[in-house]
């Protein structure tokens, strides 16, 4: 399960504070490097790591114990807020622009999910009463446009595709066609590469500059951990990225990119793949996986 072993280090962490009761600035400090060791297991970068119990020790000294809690209590209470708080805060939505169509381009490495989350996005708006239209603009994997029509009639969502014509020319296409049949979104499906490239970039930052998506969402593995945070800084300095897309949060990850994302690029999580299957993508809500990894 994900974030297993942080959640086990961190509940054994708080078990030892629990059991003294009065606790001095010292166990509060104590505690704390066991949660950065914890952290840094899972694979969160070095500085969060370190600014994140920082943070928490500052507040957890100074702070008043509220009456209802013990003191142990009262560190767990300000561990979930700060957790919270470094995912983000509060779920961040999707980019609604002043008329129709939002135009969400789905950028992402070869592998991370994204022809998948192309798929599983545009069911979720469906069942939400819009009317997405998928667009097939990888034109360099032979298959990537055959799997995006697989996924776009599991999903029951039109797909359009014009075979291996330049990426611009079809996004293009693709939005005329999406206003003249009222699609309210389109999802653009990117080439992705095995590593970040700079043709690959060239190709998005054209697309870009064509189309002007409300939303550019990157899709990273959450299994890569320090690795996907790394993606995400770099597709976003060069892309400006409007958010997240955090896939395989079903496997084992160590939670590092959960964790990281956010501090490191200043840009949101929105969803969470948490399967293969198209029902498995969740709005992200930083509260909810405080408390997943809270236990
Ligand atoms: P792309 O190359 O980025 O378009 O990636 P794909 O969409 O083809 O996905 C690559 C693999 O990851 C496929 O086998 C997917 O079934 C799998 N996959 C995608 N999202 C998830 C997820 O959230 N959880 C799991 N377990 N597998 C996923």
Redesign the pocket.
């Known amino acids: 399960m994900a974030f297993e072993g942080l959640a086990d280090k961190l509940s054994a962490a708080f078990k030892r504070l629990k059991s003294k009761g009065k606790l001095s600035e010292d166990d509060v400090k104590e505690a704390m490097r066991e949660v950065r060791l914890a952290l840094l297991e899972a694979d969160v970068n070095y500085k969060v790591a370190k600014d994140f119990t920082k943070k928490v020790t500052e507040r957890a000294v100074g702070a008043e114990v509220m009456e209802s809690l013990t003191p142990a209590q009262m560190v767990v209470k300000i561990v979930d807020e700060e957790l919270t708080a470094l995912m983000g805060g509060g779920e961040t939505r999707l980019v609604s622009p002043p008329s129709p169509p939002a135009i969400i381009m789905m950028c ?13 996005l545009a069911k979720m708006l469906k069942s939400r009463g819009h009317r997405p239209l998928l667009v097939a603009g ?1 034109i360099y ?1 032979p298959a ?1 446009i055959k ?1 995006l029509q697989v ?1 776009g009639s599991q999903a029951g969502v039109a797909v359009f595709e014009m075979g291996t014509e330049k990426p611009v020319k079809i996004c293009k296409e693709a939005i005329r066609r999406a206003k003249d049949y009222g699609n309210d979104y389109v999802i653009i ?1 990117t080439a ?1 590469r095995l590593q970040i490239d700079e043709v690959l970039m060239e190709e998005l930052h054209n697309i870009k500059d064509a189309v002007h998506p409300t939303d550019i969402l990157l ?1 990273v ?2 299994m890569t951990g320090q690795e996907a945070v790394n993606v995400a800084k770099t597709f976003d300095e060069k892309l400006d990225i409007t958010g997240v897309i955090l ?5 084992d990850t160590r939670g590092g990119a959960a964790l990281s994302v956010r501090a490191v690029t200043g840009k949101p999580i929105k969803f ?5 299957k198209l029902d ?2 969740e709005v992200f809500h930083p509260d909810r996986m405080a408390s997943r990894i809270l236990g």
């Open positions: 992402g490495l070869q592998g991370s999910g994204k022809t998948t989350h192309c798929g599983k990888d994997r990537a799997q996924v499906d992705g899709v593995d959450a896939t395989k949060l079903d496997g969470a793949g948490t399967g293969e498995d993508l």
